[in-house]
């Protein structure tokens, strides 16, 4: 049993003891139970917990101790992501068809100039839109855009989209 927490915290579970009787290899199934509440989202990972306790000079003893997670089928999360690469495919080629093509390159590092270079740099067109001398440069928000993905392709796999 574990205690409960709050919305987005991550909570750490302790279970009772555990007692051997003999040496042996023993297998626990370890997952996270899933009671349908409102805002929950449930972890449905099954792990496996294998333990070896072996009998030295008639003392137990754990001599090793194994935390494995089930192997998912990957595809759905594939296609989740497929779908998300799709529509943002149709966003950029809609967004070309209706002549908006902003010379507003995204970059990786604070200071591009300074630090490896610009995607300007790679770019046939640097002298046509002059960006490359720009001043302010719209930059990555990987947490962020890592967490709009991840809610994206949540919805895209419960059939949100």
């Excluded at 594939?78 to 950029?92: G, N, R």
């Amino acid at each position: 049993t574990v205690p409960e927490g709050k919305t987005g915290e991550a909570i750490e579970g302790i279970f009772d003891a555990i007692s051997f009787t003999m040496a042996g290899t023993y297998t626990f199934q370890i997952q996270e139970t899933k009671e349908d509440l409102a805002g929950i989202t449930y972890d449905e990972t099954v792990w496996t917990l294998t333990v070896e306790v072996e009998d030295k000079d008639g003392t137990l003893e754990i001599v090793k101790t194994l935390y494995e997670a089930e192997e998912k089928d990957a595809s759905e999360e594939l296609a989740a992501f497929e779908e998300f690469v799709k529509e943002k495919l149709i966003e950029v080629a809609d967004k070309l068809c209706d002549g908006r093509i902003e010379a507003d390159p995204l970059y990786t590092v604070k200071n591009p100039h300074k630090d490896r270079g610009t995607p300007c740099s790679w770019c046939d067109y640097k002298g046509v839109c002059r960006n490359a001398f720009a001043k302010h440069h719209r930059l990555v928000d990987k947490e962020q855009d890592k967490q709009a993905m991840i809610a994206k392709l949540t919805k895209i796999r419960k059939g949100e989209s």
